[in-house]
């Protein structure tokens, strides 16, 4: 688990590597070590409350997280899904940080919704859904698994057939506004 100070440093990166992208930037690169373990990390963009960019980057490397939440920053801002992240924006932006575990095989039976993320995956196609989506959306496990299928270009029932691999995984979800009411 991430500390406030981890965390912190971390929303600060992403912020940071987003000024960047747009173009808003005039600080020095944000320098952080962290040695916690994750498995990837997803950078959430939002504006007046509604999503304007979400991707996610697997770690690697002696420096993965660091290195996966500034790339997952960067392109978040040109999430292809959206306009591309104006300057305009950039003060009115709001982020969300999740740090995810390692991913691990599971049942539909066994999901706990806002507590696990999905994976579902066939081939080469997958489709990922944090553990914070589906109670913002009020999605049951049928549902969040339908959706997951879907956004893998898979038909939405493809997650009851044997050939499709259904994992799990946890995430350490934080965002600016959490460490505003913090402070």
């Not at 960067?74 to 575990?101: K, Q, Y």
């Not at 706990?112 to 859904?129: F, I, K, P, T, Y």
């Not at 893998?152 to 044997?162: F, S, V, Y």
Request: with cysteine; hydrophobic share 45%; net charge negative.
């Amino acid at each position: 688990m991430l500390d406030q100070a981890a965390q912190s440093a971390l929303l600060r990166l992403a912020r940071q590597a987003i000024a960047q992208v747009v173009g808003t930037s005039r600080e020095p690169p944000v320098e952080i070590s962290l040695e916690e373990p994750a498995a990837g990390a997803f950078v959430s963009l939002y504006v007046d409350e509604q999503l304007r960019g979400c991707i996610g980057q697997y770690c690697t490397g002696p420096t993965g997280l660091i290195e996966a939440v500034r790339r997952a920053a960067a392109l978040a801002a040109h999430d292809t899904r959206f306009p591309p992240l104006s300057a305009a924006e950039f003060a009115a932006l709001s982020l969300e940080i999740s740090v995810l575990s390692e991913l691990r095989p599971a049942g539909p039976e066994a999901i706990r919704l806002g507590e696990h993320g999905v994976r579902v995956s066939r081939g080469e196609a997958a489709g990922l859904l944090l553990p914070q989506v589906a109670p913002r959306n009020g999605w049951t496990i049928n549902k969040t698994l339908a959706v997951a299928c879907r956004k893998a270009g898979l038909p939405p029932q493809a997650w009851k057939t044997p050939d499709t691999i259904i994992e799990v995984f946890t995430a350490q979800v934080f965002s600016e506004s959490d460490h505003r009411r913090d402070d």
